[in-house]
């Protein structure tokens, strides 16, 4: 949900003091580039570095339509909170796993808990204790994305990496030290490989005359990390579906603004090896909600080598299933509600689905997921609502919790679940007890 609290504007103030508490207000200036500016000049900064602009460069009103797109992101919630939360219901007998590991809105965190609701650890970073790391002038204007984390990533050691939404990544320790922080407009989703080898999703606002010569726009990239967080090399999701076999899908790509909002990104495992063309292990399967398109790059060449578009509207969490179907979270296209859905990547047909008996027992209107239990049974994460749950494959629900954190200027609102995971029962947890 995108839109703009006065929670949001007391964050920024204090964004403020902070950076002027560091030495970084706005009439401090490197040298070099950065010199004091002159009259009608402007800054703007993207890609993660700040440009000086004057003359030809961007206008200010490109510079602050620029400044508005990379504020784009989500409220920490937005539902007025059920009299029941915690663990509504469990079902023993009929659920799998223990444990439970998500991020909620209520803080820059995660969580780890077990099946009854009792929370084993949690994990936290500030934002702005991230970004001290880096540059002053690297440090962004916003504040959005930095009061929660919107997607994070356990390790067997304990160490977890991090999202803050459309402003960076962090990587911390089990004990929420920092290890590294990435600076560079991560956003939504990230995965890593078997070596280590970090995925995520990046964005930067600016002017692409391939798109639009007057008009910024927010365009997606994967950026590929080393394990210690240095950038390797880029994909520019534009080029990607610009090769000949996908440009069609960009028929209906906005000129300005938010052109993708690619909000999922998976690392292929080869269930479908020689099956499918393009699902190669490796590749990369993404979800672009602004396209309405499930799409597999070739991490080689960067090239869109699958692409679809089905009866979904704003969909998330596309992932690829151990039984070779594909299932995601669509979060519009249900005559307006949600539901989640499993389909044949081959044949676009249609095997199987879950939504509410009344529309409004299931809507996220933005966020959500869905994650395949080796059991059968789903996952989801309705996120507006705070709430995740797991169903049986014929929609009973046997697992149901109700995040009881609170968000908003009051405590007013429930706060998101963005993800929730459900981990393997042998996960290590040993790191737990040792210092």
């Known amino acids: 949900m995108e839109r703009f609290s006065a929670r949001s504007a007391l964050a920024l103030l204090v964004l403020a003091c902070a950076l002027a508490a560091l030495g970084c207000s706005g009439e401090e200036r490197q040298s070099g580039d950065q010199a ?7 800054w703007y900064r993207p890609g993660g570095r700040w440009h000086h602009t004057a003359g030809g460069g961007v206008s200010g009103e490109q510079a602050r339509e620029i400044e508005r797109l990379r504020s784009i992101g989500y409220v920490s919630g937005s539902q007025v909170p059920p009299e029941e939360t915690s663990v509504t219901l469990y079902d023993p007998e009929r659920t799998y796993g223990e444990l439970n590991f998500y991020t909620s809105g209520h803080f820059p965190g995660a969580i780890l808990m077990d099946m009854e609701g009792n929370i084993l650890h949690e994990w936290g970073y500030q934002f702005i204790e991230a970004w001290k790391t880096g540059p002053c002038d690297e440090l962004p204007k916003r504040s959005k994305g930095a009061g929660f984390w919107r997607r994070a990533h356990l390790f067997e050691n304990g160490d977890v990496l991090a999202i803050y939404d459309g402003l960076g990544l962090v990587k911390v320790d089990k004990r929420s030290r920092l290890i590294w922080a990435y600076l560079e407009g991560a956003h939504h989703d990230l995965d890593v490989s078997e070596d280590g080898t970090i995925f995520v999703l990046v964005r930067e606002a600016h002017i692409n005359p391939r798109v639009n010569p007057e008009d910024p726009v927010l365009e997606d990239y994967i950026a590929v990390l080393d394990p210690e967080g240095r950038e390797l090399r880029r994909i520019s999701l534009l080029d990607a579906f610009s090769h000949p076999r996908s440009r069609r899908y960009l028929n209906t790509m906005k000129s300005s603004g938010d052109i993708f909002h690619t909000n999922t990104i998976e690392i292929l495992d080869g269930t479908l090896d020689g099956k499918v063309a393009g699902f190669e292990a490796g590749n990369l399967l993404v979800c672009v909600r602004e396209l309405d398109v499930a799409a597999v790059v070739d991490d080689a060449s960067g090239n869109v ?3 679809a578009r089905a009866p979904w509207s704003k969909p998330h ?7 070779g179907n594909m299932m995601i979270f669509d979060n519009r296209g249900y005559g307006g509600a949600s539901r989640v859905v499993e389909f044949d990547p081959e044949t676009m047909v249609i095997v199987w689905d879950y939504h509410g008996e009344d529309p409004l027992d299931f809507y996220s209107k933005e966020c959500g997921s869905n994650q395949r ?12 609502a705070g709430r995740a749950f797991s169903v049986t494959p014929d929609g009973e629900i046997v697992w149901e919790y109700v995040n009881p954190a609170r968000a908003g200027d009051s405590g007013e609102f429930i706060a998101s679940i963005f993800d929730m995971v459900r981990l393997d029962p042998d996960f290590p947890l040993d790191w737990l007890e040792t210092d």
Not at 317 to 323: A, F, H, I, M, R
Not at 373 to 384: A, C, H, S, V, W
């Open 317 to 323: 969490q596309t992932t690829l299933l151990p039984n």
């Open 373 to 384: 239990l080796p059991n059968g049974n789903t996952l989801i994460t309705e996120t507006d």
């Open 305 to 307: 080598v699958w692409a």
């Open 36 to 42: 004091a500016l002159e009259p009608g000049e402007e």
